[in-house]
Every structure is written in C-alpha cells, then in structure tokens.
C-alpha cells in the first residue's frame, strides 16, 4: 500500500509540474515564432525563430541589451548590499541592545508593514526631486541602505533571537566589543537568513517596473523593465523579439534562485523557530 502510494503520489507531483511549466514552455516556443503564427494554437513554431533573439537584444539602435543589463545589476548591486548589511545591523540592534523604548519602536517598525506603499509614493517623489535625485538610481538604491525594509528587519530578529546568548557573553569576558560580536559571531550563524533577504530584495527590486518608471527617464540608464517597455512604444510590435528578451530579463532571478536554494530554503525554514 505504502509503494502504491508513494507511486500516485509522485505521479502526481509530475503532473502538476508539467501544468506549471507549461506557460514557461508556451512562453520559450512564443519567443521563437513570427508575429503572426502567436494566435495559432501550437505550442512549437514549424521553423523557429532564432533571430528574435539577436534582433531583440540589438533592439535599441544606440545600446543593446547588454547595456539595460549592466545597469539594472549595478543598481541591484547597491540595493542587495544596503539591504542585507543595514537590515542585519538594524535587527541586531532590536534583538541583542536593550535601550529605552525598544519595544516601543519595534512595534512601529512592525506597523509599517501595514502602511501600503502608495501612500508614501508623493511624498517620496517629492523629496527626491526637490533634491535633484529623480531620472536617476538614487531614489531605486537609497531607501535600501535605511534598514532594508520591516519585513526583513524582523525576519533576521527572529532568526537572532534563536541564537545562544551564551556565545555573546562568552565574547565580552574575551573583550570583544558590541560590534565585534556582530561581525565575528552573528553575521555569521545567519548567513542562511542573510541569503534569504538578498534573493528577496533582489528579486523585488529586479521587479519592481512601478519605481523604475517613476524615477527613471533617460534611456542611456534604463532598466531591463524600462528597455522591454520600448517594444510596446512602437507601432509595429515585435512579440517575437519581446518575448525573446523577457525570457532572458528572469534569467538572473531564476539562476540566483537556483545555486543559493539550499540557504534560501533554510533561512525560511528556521526562522522563528530556534528556541
């Protein structure tokens, strides 16, 4: 009965895998076909389309997507290290300090993560162009270096919480400083919840077309989100070539996704749950 089981059970999960994949196969075929076999019915083009990539990528008569590339991991490059070095002081400081108000101001923090994010959108707007910041990354990359965001904040205080304070009074009879035991002790025991901030921001922030719209409007420092939107502003649409290239834009999630799993998995699976 257990074999039998253990069979359906796994027929199962293949099947339900292939109907997830399938828009991700729908979606590799339609980058290859021309414009107008999209409406047909079949899965795989009679003679695919390789040049849709080419043509895609030399889109842009000036730049090529290398060039939206380069820019979107640069500014990611600031937000991941602003985002997992601040969060991480930040709870440190929440779960390990004691000063006064602390649950006071944690709970603040935790009730900005009910605020929805447009009803800061003006006012950040606002400030940034009255700094001279707008059409360019700082508005994308700054906010990341102010704690990284409240969810992340309390997803490495819980983690914290789960380690030994014995280990932290250990290192202060040693002479260690209170930014040493930060640095040589709990950075890393949460290097798992630390990879896990990092996937997150940078896959929010890879996604996130809303704020790059917003503070972005150059070309020569468009995103990968902003350089697929160019499809769209023509008349003639290539969707071949669209698809092509929006294939490639999920390439960097889905490969950082993929060799740092083990710790992502982790860092979920044992936060809030180390006694």
Do not use: C
């Not at 060039?67 to 929440?94: K, Q, S």
């Amino acid at each position: 009965m257990n074999a039998s089981r253990s069979k359906l059970n796994h027929l199962f999960l293949a099947l339900f895998s292939l109907l997830m994949l399938y828009p991700v196969i729908w979606w590799v075929g339609a980058s290859l076909k021309k414009t107008a076999e999209l409406s047909l019915p079949t899965l795989w083009p009679a003679t695919p389309m390789w040049e849709n990539y080419s043509k895609g990528w030399h889109f842009s008569g000036d730049y090529t997507f290398a060039h939206f590339f380069g820019n979107t991991l640069l500014m990611e490059l600031g937000n991941v290290t602003g985002g997992v070095f601040t969060a991480a002081l930040v709870a440190y400081g929440f779960s390990r300090l004691r000063f006064k108000l602390r649950g006071f101001w944690f709970s603040i923090l935790l009730l900005t993560m009910m605020l929805p994010g447009q009803v800061t959108v003006v006012p950040q707007y606002i400030l940034f162009n009255k700094l001279g910041w707008v059409d360019s990354y700082v508005p994308l990359v700054l906010p990341h270096f102010f704690g990284g965001g409240a969810f992340f904040i309390f997803l490495l205080v819980q983690f914290i919480r789960g380690i030994p304070r014995d280990l932290d009074e250990a290192a202060k009879i040693d002479g260690t400083s209170v930014y040493g035991i930060f640095f040589r002790i709990v950075l890393p025991l949460i290097k798992p919840a630390l990879v896990t901030v990092a996937i997150f921001t940078f896959i929010w922030s890879w996604d996130d077309f809303f704020a790059q719209v917003l503070y972005i409007s150059s070309v020569d420092k468009f995103t990968v989100g902003l350089a697929l939107r160019m499809f769209i502003d023509q008349f003639d649409i290539q969707w071949g070539q669209l698809l092509a290239m929006s294939l490639l834009s999920i390439t960097p999630s889905v490969l950082i996704f993929l060799f740092a799993q083990k710790y992502f998995v982790e860092g979920i699976a044992t936060t809030g749950l180390k006694g």
